[in-house]
Structure formats: structure tokens, C-alpha cells
């Protein structure tokens, strides 16, 4: 189901992007991802094909996870055609992904799953691991940047913990303008 008019929309709105983004990325609403409502987004491998689809629940439970994915993996979530552009941006979660892409940047998301696939898609590229801030962000970005060795590590700016808090946080100007002075 679309987001507008659901509680998807308002979720996605309190995380700073606006609806039409979500839309035009292919988010959808679910009042029943694992019990749980959530806004849902399709993985993608290299050749365009759907893997899994990854949900993202609005309110964490306590002793209950905060996002479930379905399926195999091997994919990525791509926002404003982010395999294909140039330079390669590469993120850990959705709402990174989103955030990036309200401020004009394709990239895709790997949502913490292998993507066996990628180090060959990123040959002869230039690509940015834009991991979360904190030790577990610079233990997934270490075994990226190990498949990938001439990729560079970019973090979110100042003590953001991640794409979307500094989206949230900074707004949409100064994380374009962060960008801007990294990614080249």
C-alpha cells in the first residue's frame, strides 16, 4: 500500500523525508510486517531482480528488533539510481539511503547484509562507504573497505550517528553542503 494517508507517511515525515521521495523510491506501507506496522522497501540485486524485502517498524520493542528483512539477500535498496551513478555511494540503512537522496545523492543500502556481488560492481569506481558513526559502523565499513580497497570511508558529519539523525538534526542544507565537501 502507498504511504499517503497512512501512519507510513507521517513515520517517514518525522524521519525528514518527505512522502513523494519515499513514493518514487518504491516504499510502501504494511500495517503487518511480523505482526508490527512497518514501511517496506524491495533489495535488488545487480541485475534488477527483487532478492528481499526489508521492513522497518515504527516503534521499537524492547527485546524485539527494530527492522526484519525476508529472503535470501544479496541485494541492495538502490535510491535515485544508485548503482549507476558515479561516484558509487554505499550505506547501511534505508532511512541513510532516504536521507542522501532528499539531498540529491544516489546511492544504494546494504542493510547490514552481505552483498556478494558488490566488489565487482564497484570495480574501476569511485566509491564512498558512508557507514554509521561507532564502532559498529566502522566494523561494517572495515569488511567493505577490505572487498573493496579502493574505496574511501566517509562518516555522517560531526557526532551524527548516522545519515538520518544528521538529516534530522542538521537539516537537509547543511548534510548537502557535508556532502558536498567529501564526495567528489
Known amino acids: ?35 508490527r506496522p512497518a514501511v517496506i522497501a524491495g533489495l535488488y540485486d545487480q541485475y534488477g531482480s527483487l532478492t528481499s524485502i526489508h ?17 535470501p539477500g544479496g541485494g541492495v535498496i538502490e535510491v535515485h539510481g ?15 539511503a532516504l536521507s542522501l537522496g532528499v539531498c540529491g545523492y544516489g546511492c544504494i543500502a546494504t ?20 557507514f554509521d558513526n561507532g564502532n559498529a559502523g566502522d566494523s561494517s ?20 550517528q548516522d545519515w538520518n539523525s544528521a538529516l534530522v538534526k542538521r537539516g537537509r542544507a547543511a548534510v548537502e553542503r557535508w556532502l558536498q565537501e567529501v564526495v567528489r
Open 1 to 35: 500500500m502507498l504511504l499517503a494517508g497512512t501512519p507510513g507517511q507521517g513515520y517517514v515525515e518525522r524521519r525528514g523525508i518527505p512522502v513523494e521521495v519515499a513514493h518514487a523510491e518504491g516504499l510502501r506501507y504494511t500495517a503487518d510486517w511480523g505482526g
Open 55 to 71: 521492513g522497518r517498524y515504527f516503534h521499537v520493542v524492547r527485546g524485539q528488533d527494530k527492522m526484519h528483512t525476508i529472503g
Open 82 to 96: 544508485g548503482l549507476s551513478t558515479e561516484p558509487l555511494v554505499v550505506v547501511e540503512g534505508l532511512f541513510d
Open 111 to 130: 542493510i547490514g547484509r552481505a552483498v556478494p556481488w558488490l566488489p565487482e560492481a564497484a570495480a574501476e569506481r569511485r566509491v564512498y562507504v558512508a
Open 141 to 160: 565499513a572495515g569488511e567493505l573497505l577490505r572487498q573493496i580497497p579502493d574505496a574511501q570511508r566517509i562518516r555522517p558529519p560531526g557526532k551524527s
